[in-house]
């Protein structure tokens, strides 16, 4: 056995039932052997055990009362995974599938996400399997408020800042940010994802999204391709796919599909601006089922399937993990996907991964591909630190930016250790490197 399989087997071994967790770090690690060759001092100072090891994990009770009086119990969780490139910082999701595994995958993504960031970010994660749909606002409020009672205690501008994931839009960053400011008496940036009216920054609600299509721009560019007149299948119909469809619109491209955990929609023509604008209403505000734009706009509506049969040339993943399994991978591929760009955390099983890279299609990994989120998150905690706000264009000339630092990254790693192409390799390599060297520095932590 290497010594790389015999970490991912301890971490197995030690972390029984957490298959997220298991999966994400195998993605990894299994990245890092050319590196290690280069680094002994990696293995030596035992790098790999500690940065499987999250710093802290918060587990805890969140009660609250329901509409009727009802007494209902939550589950909270932060896992405050590595702090060694800066405060930790993570989205929180809201989704009855939360459990330990979930949060720590998710945690652990995004310690090597927040790496690629350019920005000096640590990766934390946290949630509830507290599930939002069909709770009326008030108690959405009371929940975020009584889960910020415990909370708040572990969090900070300069400790850890949390924003929003599946489940967490600007409705529940509201209602959590005013439990905080209540409790610490203080107004500061310890959350992003905030309203633009007291501290958020422009472009981040669409941050994540168009930092998926730009992205797959600079991963086209390499083949003297480009995202125009493409036609796309995204997945999801929340903050990331409606964002990504948006750009994709922008930029000329084609999409055709969106989803939800019901189903999917085929709308052949294409989503223009004004359908996509039904769907925004649709989703964040009336908080409906995608199934109503098939029947406003008389397109196809597939009941319990994902979108992936539906021919393409570039697929957006945007709903949640392993939405993407071999088969469908094996699908895309037979259908003429030349490029798959991962809103999502994970959307893709490892033996999907390998359909993708064995095809030679341009693949970007989640951590690459949708770091534009947090990354926008820390320019959002910048503004807040300088107590000012920048403007639109140059929050999103600064998004692009990052987006394409993090492909150059991801590029040239990959054809330093010999994988020229692989993005996969590319960004975990690349994004370890800078937590490992920033560990070593700072002694036995
Ligand atoms: P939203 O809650 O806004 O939307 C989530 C979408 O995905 C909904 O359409 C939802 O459908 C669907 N979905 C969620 N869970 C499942 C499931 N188990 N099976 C099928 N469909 C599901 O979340 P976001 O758009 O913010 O997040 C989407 C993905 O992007 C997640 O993987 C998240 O971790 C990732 N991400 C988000 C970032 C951000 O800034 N928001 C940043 C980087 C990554 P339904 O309404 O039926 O639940
Ligand atoms: O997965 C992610 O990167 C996010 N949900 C965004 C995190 C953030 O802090 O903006």
């Given amino acids: ?36 060759d280069r680094h002994p001092e990696y293995w030596e100072e ?5 940065i499987v090891e999250p710093e802290r994990v918060v587990i805890f009770r969140i009660p609250w009362m329901d509409d009727r009086g009802e007494y209902q119990i939550n589950r909270g969780f932060r896992v405050q995974f590595n702090s060694a490139l800066g405060p930790y910082k993570g989205g929180l999701r809201f989704h009855p599938t939360v459990n330990l595994g979930i949060m720590k995958f998710l945690a652990f993504e995004q310690v090597f996400k927040n790496s690629l960031t350019t920005l000096n970010m640590g990766g934390g ?41 599946i489940g967490v839009g600007a409705r529940e960053i509201g209602y959590l940010f005013g ?25 981040r609600p669409e941050a994540t999204g168009y930092g998926a299509v730009y992205f797959a721009e600079e991963m086209l560019k390499t083949r003297g391709d480009s995202i125009k007149g ?23 491209a084609k999409p055709v599909t969106l989803s939800d955990s019901n189903g999917f929609i085929h709308d052949p023509d294409g989503i223009n601006e004004e359908k996509l604008a039904f769907v925004m209403e649709l989703k964040n505000i009336k908080r409906g089922r995608i199934r109503e734009y098939a029947e406003k706009y008389g397109v196809p509506y597939y009941e319990g399937e994902r979108p992936w049969s539906i021919a393409c040339d570039a697929a957006f993943p945007s709903a949640t993990q392993n939405e993407i399994d071999r088969d469908d991978a094996d699908t895309l591929v037979r259908n003429g996907c030349i490029l798959v760009s991962e809103g999502a955390n994970m959307p893709t099983t490892l033996e999907g991964v390998d359909v993708f890279l ?23 905690m910048s503004q807040n630190a300088m107590r000012l706000s920048w403007s639109a264009d140059d929050v999103d000339r600064r998004l692009r930016e990052i987006m394409t630092a993090i492909h150059r990254a991801c590029a040239s790693a990959a054809e330093e250790y010999g994988h020229p192409g692989n993005y996969v390799m590319g960004a975990n390599i690349a994004g370890f490197k ?12």
Wanted: net charge negative.
């Fill in 1 to 36: 056995m290497s010594y790389i399989e015999e970490i991912v087997d301890l971490v197995k071994k030690r972390n029984p039932g957490e298959y997220e967790f298991h999966q994400a770090v195998e993605e990894v690690l299994t990245s890092l052997e050319p590196l290690l």
């Fill in 46 to 50: 035992k790098i790999l055990e500690r």
């Fill in 125 to 165: 994660k946290g949630g509830s399997d507290f599930d939002p749909k069909g709770k009326s606002d008030n108690e959405v409020m009371r929940f975020c408020q009584s889960f910020m009672t415990e909370l708040y205690r572990h969090i900070g501008p300069d400790t850890d800042v949390p924003a929003g994931d």
């Fill in 179 to 203: 439990q905080y400011k209540r409790i610490a008496n203080e107004f500061t940036g310890v959350l992003t994802g905030k309203s633009v009216g007291w501290g958020g920054s422009l472009i």
């Fill in 230 to 252: 493409k036609t796309c299948v995204v997945s999801g119909s929340g903050n990331v796919a409606q964002f990504t469809t948006q750009k994709l619109i922008h930029m000329g």
């Fill in 358 to 380: 064995n095809a030679g299609i341009l693949y970007g990994p989640a951590k690459a591909a949708n770091a534009g989120g947090v990354a926008t998150s820390g320019l959002e």
């Fill in 434 to 445: 800078k937590v490992a060297e920033a560990m070593l520095d700072q002694g036995l932590v």
